[in-house]
């Protein structure tokens, strides 16, 4: 698609419960980014994703989150058995391949899957 | 280790005046800056970038600032518009690792009519 998409783009959930969250990055890009935003944070690193390279997992805060990539396009994180600190907005974001040209250093966000945990 | 900072939460400027947005960082081996800018319920949209082989970059009313030696970069925005207003986010990007794109926490500018 023209951008990148994420849905749900408002989840309440129960604490307990577990929730997903899905990216659909622009079409060729290659990376594919998980950011989380908490109220009055900044952007905090969750995971990376680059081609078919073992993704990047050192920003995962618990073994509750995790996150898999299909076909090297859909992404889903998956938070299980929420908590109330899980409450944030997470962001998706792509770019495409690494390389010395500028368009390769831009990531492109999509709007957002703000996640409210009761 | 909060590796991108940016010490000013907040800004506030008059509408036909410079705003000087801040950021410092610790990593010398990032090689590449960008500014992106946050409206509320949006994500972050990208702004303008710089290399670390360049000390400026230019592009309209944005101007990026880069002191290596100083491992500090500026973002100027002039004249600044009402519609500038907006959480700005800088980051840097270090290619020896896998995410490679580090940021910092936001600075919220607000442009005064």
């Known amino acids: 698609g023209a951008g990148v998409s994420q849905s749900p783009s408002n989840k309440v959930t129960e604490k307990g419960k577990d929730v997903e969250l899905r990216c659909d990055p622009i079409s060729g890009h290659t990376a594919l980014y998980w950011y989380r935003q908490s109220l009055g944070q900044g952007l905090e690193f969750l995971i990376y994703?680059?081609?078919?390279?073992?993704?990047?997992k050192s920003g995962l805060p618990s073994d509750r989150f995790s996150a898999e990539r299909t076909g090297g396009s859909v992404s889903t994180l998956t938070i299980q058995r929420t908590q109330q600190e899980d409450s944030a907005v997470y962001l998706c974001?792509?770019?495409?391949?690494?390389?010395?040209?500028?368009?390769?250093?831009?990531?492109?966000f999509g709007a957002g899957s703000r996640l409210t945990v009761l | 280790d909060q590796q991108v900072k940016q010490n000013s939460p907040s800004l506030s400027v008059q509408e036909g005046r410079i705003s000087i947005l801040n950021c410092d960082y610790t990593n010398s081996m990032f090689d590449y800056f960008l500014w992106y800018k946050k409206y509320p319920a949006e994500g972050p949209t990208f702004l303008i970038s710089i290399s670390s082989i360049k000390d400026k970059n230019e592009d309209g009313r944005f101007t990026v600032f880069l002191n290596k030696s100083a491992k500090h970069l500026s973002l100027h925005i002039v004249p600044s518009q009402p519609g500038d207003s907006a959480v700005y986010f800088c980051a840097a990007r270090d290619d020896n690792y896998g995410q490679n794109f580090v940021f910092g926490p936001g600075t919220r500018l607000s442009v005064l009519p």
């Open positions: 974001a792509s770019s495409s391949k690494k390389g010395s040209f500028a368009g390769a250093n831009v990531l492109t």
């Open positions: 994703f680059q081609g078919n390279s073992a993704p990047d």
